[in-house]
């Protein structure tokens, strides 16, 4: 089974503090995601990573940066956190390979910025 | 452009009815098409997608769904709904001619089943 786990299910930090959100795979997929969810505008790409150290900016990349420095990581970092940066963060990795493979879902890291 | 519409915010249906919850796309090309449910406070779980061949697709948890390319559609359906099908259902879509594998959401269904 595919695995994708991310390192806090609850986060609550203060405006302006760095924030880092962590997300492992360990089936060895090419491409990574992370997605906010938000009620009543479902899930919106934020960034995206299709091998070590490239990196391509989704939808809603403002005030995200991202990092992947090894193949089955990839970080999401909030740089001064700000309370409309409360949501639910969901990371997902696919396969490159094939384009009709599907993407696998981490359980989320719900954060809250006060 | 690519995008997803799912028309209805919430879905009720009572337990042993059949149940739809509906999507239609719109892509440049041929799509790619995924169902995944989510549940409270859980992250997505892959139900199914359609890729090509026949039209009608069987996933998870006894749904299928129905590629019609004519209405541009992929509807989800179940025959007899259950209680703990109660959750949260989103609609993707990819483009064939996409070579970085991104979906592309609808904003979510609430089904919810009733005993």
């Known amino acids: 089974d595919v695995k994708v786990t991310q390192s806090s299910r609850y986060l609550v930090k203060r405006t302006g503090e760095k924030v880092f959100l962590e997300c492992v795979q360990d089936?060895?997929?090419?491409?990574m995601f992370w997605y906010r969810q938000d009620p009543g505008l479902g899930l919106r790409l934020i960034y995206f990573?299709?091998?070590?150290?490239?990196?391509e900016k989704g939808d809603i990349p403002e005030g995200y940066s991202v990092s992947r420095e090894k193949k089955e990581r990839f970080s999401l970092i909030l740089e001064s956190a700000s309370t409309n940066q409360t949501s639910m963060y969901l990371c997902a990795s696919g396969r490159g390979t094939r384009i009709s493979d599907t993407q696998y879902f981490g359980p989320g890291t719900r954060l809250t910025v006060l | 452009a690519q995008s997803v519409a799912q028309p209805e915010d919430q879905v009720n249906v009572a337990e042993g009815n059949p149940l739809t919850v509906k999507c239609t796309y719109s892509v440049s090309g041929n799509p790619y098409l995924f169902w995944y449910v989510q549940y409270p406070n859980r992250g997505l779980q892959f139900l199914l997608k359609y890729i090509t061949g026949d039209n009608l697709v069987k996933g998870s948890y006894g749904f299928e769904a129905e590629f019609n390319k004519s209405q541009t559609s992929f509807h989800l359906k179940k025959p007899s709904a259950l209680v703990s099908d109660s959750a949260l259902y989103f609609c993707?879509?990819?483009?064939?001619?996409?070579?970085?594998?991104?979906?592309?959401f609808g904003r979510g269904t609430q089904l919810t089943v009733w005993p």
């Open positions: 990573s299709y091998d070590v150290k490239m990196k």
């Open positions: 993707a879509v990819r483009d064939r001619g996409s070579t970085l594998g991104r979906l592309y």
């Open positions: 089936m060895d997929h090419e491409n």
